[in-house]
């Protein structure tokens, strides 16, 4: 006899161009199990609304809508970066969610995040088994930082790389042309803390050697202003102009981040942003170099209008798989996506055990990396190339990117309010 | 008895990403003139190619690649920002580009460029009249900051534009969806120095009154930091976040630039310039939100793949227009593009006279700019509106952009080197 019950999806941690596509595809996959599943749920702002028992029904909202969610950036029910305790230190939240869960008839929990969420979602599977309450849950995969282990790549990451590869190909071509009289140097900021899978995806733009970018900076490789300066100015000297990107992570041999500002997140990690106006000033300061830079920021992660088709599947079938491991009870795993084939490209979906996946960081292999730390590698490209393949084009209504519209309608609280 | 002789294009300041479908559309209509147009040569860095002899011979090349230019950014030809002196200061530059003109037989010479390319399309008709030479200049117009006098928009803008309002929509939902625990204000910095045309065009992502851009900075108002931080302030405490868009050329109540101030942000680091920085640090210092930030710099002005379908129409008609007003001999004159029709929006080409375009800038109207100073009015939102219909998608190969690849082969000198 299989088991009845609701289902219950949350956002966590930083949104990507295709989260709300998982959202989509799980909510979807949900609704044609109305012989197990009564109600599909949203929790608010993450682990955060499930604590504050704010949850949205989903049973009133459109298909159409929900389906819209395909090509709808951000984060559709809000997100959260905001980490329970550790389950020795404080076991009152995971008690509480429980509590929630119960109330709401909610046996299965889909989290939609990157290693933190992942690490949620298993506390609460063991919780729930403490507790005797009967719970499956199932991380969904999502990061643009691409640094999930087991699974071949990271939902959301092929759509902020290809953004990336295809604004340092064009900007390029505009540096290019400008540099007789202007502007000689280009600087491009990508996102990656602690991983260069961003900064090494601008690779791509560059389909012959000399192509731009001609200077890539990644967290893996400390950051030696000597070499870099050098190499800056013979591209220079070589072609006329030079385009540099930088991971926001790089940090020089002693370990400081070019660009570190005194704030840190919920997750107590570092905020950054500003290591190409930092480097764009070295350039016209040391070489004399008319200089340009970009920091895209949030753009990079939420340009659903140039998004991967292939990172756009890969998010829906995460989604898909995750409601169908949850229905199995399959508890504390991970729909990962498995790499069959190099060329032809073709992936399948596998579960990952949520223990190989918690709070663990995958980091770009040393062989990705080029002989000189400047560039990447034919492996690295042959490992990247297919996963910005393919256009997934947003729907346009007035020249503008077209979003789903969804009612959100609360779910009626049954529980005291939460003094977390 | 008609001329017949050979035409000289050539792309000057800033590029965009139409000026090479204009370039495109120059070329196409220039080699159906074959009874007319010998050869057709474009300048190797706009006029500074012209001064050098240094002239790509466009006869051998695909007409599939030039097609192609209608999907590639950047200035295929190199442009350059380098104003020729004051005719009365120095008449030798001038000549000398007659006397290329001359060996090389060029009859007619299209200048894509904004007021000052104009300006030297003007001087170069006098000067050719003057030495006896019979010349036609046609100033192409092109430029992102929507600055030229006359025509009702600059091909270049709409694409700006477009890349504006969808960036600020995009990552407007991915800060309302961290708001709760993370971000809470996002700075966005447009291009504009004078004039705040890209800025205002973030204000068509705001579909119904409240949706981002909740401000918007704009050069023609003086940035007064009480009400600034008031208005972030008012509008977190309603809907927990806050989307500002800075226009890189605002300046405070004594004109002095934001970007070019010399403090120090929030957390004591040297400004680096950058408008959205610096106030993003303003906001975190003086109200505690947590802030992120985005410089698009020569992205907002490459980026091909989101072109507005709109824009691209008008840079191929100013440039098959061009190549009708040189043969008809009207010399000194702009294609400029008429409003029509304001709903359904309909435009067509009409020929300005380049006394009316040189060294003038068109200013935003004040009733484009919403009486608090933060926003822009009906009549804004009906002017903008239509110049980002439509998508021109790019052509794609691998999941990048697909770019034309001339061949530019030079033509061959016939002059003594240039001692400018």
Known sequence: MSTRGNLLYAQSGGVTAVINASAGAVIEAARRQRRRIGTVFAARNGILGALREELYDLGGEDLAQIRALAHTPGGVFGSCRWKLPALEADRAPYERLIEVFRAHDIRWFLYNGGGDSADTALKLSQIGAELGYPLTCVAVPKTIDNDLPVTDCSPGFGSAAKYTAVSVLEASLDVASMAETSTKVFVY???????????????????????????????????????????????????????????????????????????????????????????????????????????????????????????????????????????????????????????????????????????????????????????????????????????????WRDGLPLVAQLKLKRARRKLPAWKG
């Open 189 to 395: 900021e990508a996102m990656g803390r602690h991983a260069g899978w961003l900064a090494a995806s601008a690779g791509l733009a560059a389909r012959k050697p000399g192509d731009a970018p001609h200077v890539i900076l990644m967290p893996e490789v400390a950051f030696d202003e000597t070499r870099f300066l050098a190499r800056v100015e013979a591209t220079v000297e070589k072609i006329g102009w030079c385009t540099v990107v930088v991971s926001e992570g790089v940090r020089d041999g002693e370990g400081r981040f070019l660009a570190e500002s005194s704030t840190r997140d919920a997750f107590g990690h570092a905020q950054l942003g500003g290591a190409a106006p930092k480097l764009a000033a070295l350039i016209t300061d040391r070489l004399g170099y008319k200089h340009h830079w970009a920091v895209s920021d949030y753009l990079q992660r939420s340009a659903r209008h140039v998004a991967s088709a292939t990172d756009l599947a890969q998010a829906q079938a995460v989604g898909r798989a995750a409601v169908d491991y949850a229905l199995a009870g399959r508890n504390a795993v991970m729909p990962a996506i498995k790499r069959v084939s190099a060329s032809p490209y073709r992936w399948e979906i596998v579960p990952a055990p949520l223990e190989q996946i918690a709070n663990r960081e995958k980091m770009m292999p040393a062989s990705f990396i080029s002989k000189d730390g400047f560039g990447i590698t034919a492996a690295a490209r042959r490992y990247l190339a297919p996963l910005i393949e393919g256009e997934a084009a947003s729907k």
